[in-house]
């Protein structure tokens, strides 16, 4: 596109004397390759008819070989078919082992923070959008240049230390503890905290009141409450480690609240001291942000001194300042923080902050209700443990390859690239629905669909060795359409780091595995002539690249056999 874009220019310079930006577009295959509406932008400025600008153009354009028709559409579209031949030649000297990739961030740092769950609780599905869309960002910011750090933000700090406490010593036991680990550290946590609402409803606060003493004893450095929290915090992390293997995801750093709630309580203070922060009659402290059009002030530390998000994320984007100095600061937070981190970003700008911060935002994980309604995954219905879930596609998995001998882990890998293409179905701000038969299915959107696409190109290849044959007279035409789609994905790739929209290239990637099934329609490959074989066998080989590169970015891995 760039080259030809370059031509068009060309002939605007000579043509009209102009430095034009030209930009091309894919339209439907029945007007062309390639369009552009160039003339129609060019209209007012050469007060001419976008119709005659668009006739001078095509008429010098059709002095070079490459093309094998262009035709002028409507008012002045201008819109280009090109020999297939041509394409194959660009394609192979634009082509790399690294095709696709690009240096746009080359330079800059970029620090990306994913799943970032809640230690208080197992590993649930409301973190499986957080990981998927972060660990995506993650690998299209490494693909476009840019040197990436990664950071799992965990809650590991504040109430649920207390309520983990109260809830084990009211509720729990060491036997049950021992035996359940982190759930049974879950089922205590949501039924203290039932247990906590009841209490306030009847006026009461004997258990919120241990809640705050045990929080107070820990930040005191209390012996008893330090051996607590050690305990618990191991148990949970050695949870969230094991999902997120099964995950397939994982980060540089796991710098949690904790980490930086003392670094927080000391930053508010400068705040104070500065007049950025000012104090409450009841001690607790806020910044205002009214020149940022908030008339909610953003509250950063509790009347009775205790830290809050708002006080540890003061330190993080104080300390990744310090210590990374990054570009730019990605955080995948479900979309029921917008609001929390447009506070956030103002209160950085008022302290200065240069860098790029950014919350990489996304809607729920519905699920069908049985009147065919839609609503949020919860507990009160369907999975919402993140290892059920994962157990579950595993089964499912097992059922599409029937009684086949496919290794437990091309299942795996089938289960797993269900589910987390599943996520990337549409713009990720949009809610997603969760339907086993649909995210499962070998035909239409879905990561089986797909990975059978890549299982399919591998084992033609793997069967039938490219020959060192002469196909320089070979003409392309069976393959146009296919070389076409080869050609787009390094702009693919662009465009969603740019917009950091993974699901881009999920779209793409189903585009493809259609175009590639439309060739096997009508084309021959193993049988095929000598010089037909090699040829083809060639542009299979790259899309066998495309689909590796493309699922990688999404943390997709390709069985070896479906």
Do not use: C
């Not at 099964?246 to 705040?271: C, M, N, W």
């Amino acid at each position: 596109m760039d080259t030809i874009s370059q031509l068009i220019r060309t002939v605007l310079a000579d043509q009209f004397g102009l430095d034009q930006s030209v930009e091309l577009s894919r339209p439907d295959s029945q007007f062309g390759d390639y369009s552009t509406n160039v003339a129609l932008q060019l209209a007012k400025p050469l007060q001419k008819n976008p119709r005659e600008i668009a006739e001078v153009v095509a008429s010098k354009l059709r002095e070079n070989p490459i093309f094998s028709a262009i035709t002028i559409a409507g008012p002045g579209f201008i819109n280009l078919r090109l020999h297939a031949a041509y394409i194959a030649d660009e394609l192979n000297h634009a082509w790399s082992q690294t095709y696709g990739e690009n240096t746009d961030g080359a330079g800059k740092t970029v620090i990306v923070e994913y799943p970032s769950p809640n230690m208080a609780k197992p590993y649930s599905v409301g973190h499986l959008r957080p990981g998927n869309q972060g660990w995506a960002v993650k690998r299209l910011m490494e693909a476009t240049g840019w040197h990436v750090i990664t950071d799992n933000h965990l809650g590991d700090y504040g109430a649920p230390f207390g309520i983990w406490v109260v809830g084990f010593l009211e509720f729990s036991s060491e036997a049950a503890l021992e035996k359940d680990g982190v759930y049974e550290l879950g089922r205590v946590y949501i039924q203290t905290k039932k247990a906590l609402k009841e209490e306030k409803e009847r006026g009461e606060s004997v258990l919120a009141d241990e809640v705050q003493a045990w929080l107070l004893k820990l930040e005191q450095g209390d012996h008893q409450a330090k051996a607590y929290s050690e305990r618990f915090n191991a148990l949970s992390l050695a949870h969230i480690h094991a999902v997120m293997a099964r995950l397939h995801i994982s980060t540089d750093y796991e710098l949690g609240e904790a980490f930086f709630a003392p670094r927080g309580k000391a930053a508010v203070q400068t705040l104070l001291t500065s007049g950025i922060a000012t104090q409450n009659a009841d001690g607790s402290i806020i910044v205002p942000l009214d020149e940022y059009g908030f008339d909610v002030p953003l509250l950063v530390q509790k009347s009775n001194g205790a830290a809050l998000y708002a006080t540890t994320d003061l330190a993080t984007i104080l300390y990744r300042e310090e210590t990374w100095h990054p570009d730019r600061v990605i955080y995948a937070v479900g979309s029921e923080q917008q609001f929390y981190f447009s506070q956030l970003f103002a209160m950085a700008k008022k302290l200065g902050i240069q860098t790029e911060l950014y919350h990489l935002w996304f809607g729920f994980i519905d699920q069908l209700n049985e009147d065919g309604t839609r609503e949020k995954m919860s507990s009160r219905r369907g999975v919402v443990l993140m290892e059920e879930l994962l157990d579950q596609a595993d089964a499912k998995a097992r059922e599409i390859v029937g009684g086949r001998d496919i290794s437990d882990d091309d299942i795996k890998k089938v289960a797993l690239g269900a589910i987390k293409f599943s996520d990337f179905a549409a713009d990720r701000r949009t809610n997603i629905l969760f339907d086993w038969n649909s995210i499962f299915a070998l035909t239409g959107f879905s990561g089986p669909y797909i990975q059978y696409a890549a299982v399919r190109v591998n084992k033609i290849l793997h069967d039938n060795e490219v020959a060192q044959t002469d196909i320089s007279a070979y003409a392309y035409e069976t393959e146009k359409s296919l070389l076409l789609k080869l050609t787009d994905y390094p702009d693919v790739v662009r465009l969603a780091a740019r917009e950091l929209e993974p699901h881009k290239v999920a779209t793409y990637l189903y585009e493809l595995a259609r175009e590639l099934n439309r060739y096997y329609e009508t084309t021959r490959v193993s049988d095929a002539e000598p010089i037909e074989k090699a040829a083809r066998l060639q542009v299979l080989e790259k899309v066998r690249h495309i689909f590796g590169h493309g699922l990688s970015l999404l943390g997709i891995e390709i069985p070896s056999q479906m």
